[in-house]
């Protein structure tokens, strides 16, 4: 009966992120689905993201959050359109809370819509949001035995984040083997090391978003593959 019960819970959220994909697809936007554990540096992530390409692309960000908006207030100063969610205790998102969020945004003039989820690896990768695309941070301050621990993570991303990697030296942190492991998990997605402290790596992560932002521009309808400020299209 319990198995039954989380069948029902998947297949309801399964439906809802099928709606608000084909939502978020009439417009255009890219949507990304930000997992990593509490204080690997999402949020610092985000912020650099925005700095740096907010001139160029159009960026919104949905906050997920147990309990107080200190993240989206972080994100919010940057200008961008912000918008909290609150679990109460719930250890991820899921597609009706994304969907009951979408009214706040202005998704005409949206490139990309990042929604950072509850920070942990387990329950945010089991449940789609209607997001395109998975990114999975990992901070060396975590630890190698991460992505082998909790590999769902790490096997549903696009891209994964080895994050402060300018701590590498001040740690024990076998960078060999959590790359092994990620690829062993996930030969696909490539793996991107990056510092947002002294900005290394950010390239290679900014050029990342940028594809997918074309890709989704040529396939969506009308979409001339141009990444940039378009024309609003309400």
């Not at 319990?2 to 697809?25: C, Y």
């Not at 147990?66 to 940057?78: G, K, P, V």
């Not at 790359?179 to 950010?202: F, H, M, W, Y």
């Amino acid at each position: 009966m319990q198995i039954r019960v989380m069948e029902d819970l998947l297949e309801h959220n399964e439906a809802m992120s099928k709606a608000v994909k084909e939502r978020l697809d009439d417009y255009g936007i890219l949507v990304l689905n930000l997992m990593g554990s509490p204080g690997c540096g999402k949020t610092s992530l985000l912020e650099q993201t925005v700095e740096a390409l907010g001139q160029e692309l159009r960026f919104a960000v949905v906050e997920g959050d147990l309990y107080t908006a200190q993240d989206a207030e972080r994100i919010a100063r940057h200008g961008i359109p912000t918008v909290q969610i609150n679990t109460a205790g719930g250890c991820h998102l899921n597609a009706g809370m994304i969907e009951a969020v979408l009214g706040d945004l202005p998704l005409a003039k949206l490139d990309i819509l990042v929604i950072e989820n509850v920070g942990n690896l387990v329950c945010p990768a089991e449940f789609d949001i209607g997001e395109d695309a998975k990114v999975v941070l990992l901070s060396v301050t975590e630890g190698e035995d991460k992505p082998l621990k909790y590999p769902l993570a790490f096997r549903r991303a696009a891209v994964a984040i080895l994050n402060k990697t300018d701590l590498l030296p001040h740690l024990n942190f076998d960078k060999t083997k959590a790359v092994r492991d990620i690829k062993g998990i996930n030969p696909l997605a490539p793996i991107i090391e990056v510092s947002c402290q002294t900005g290394d790596g950010l390239t290679a992560w900014y050029e990342w978003l940028r594809e997918q932002v074309r890709r989704k521009q040529v396939r969506s309808k009308g979409g001339n593959g141009e990444v940039g400020r378009n024309e609003d299209r309400d």
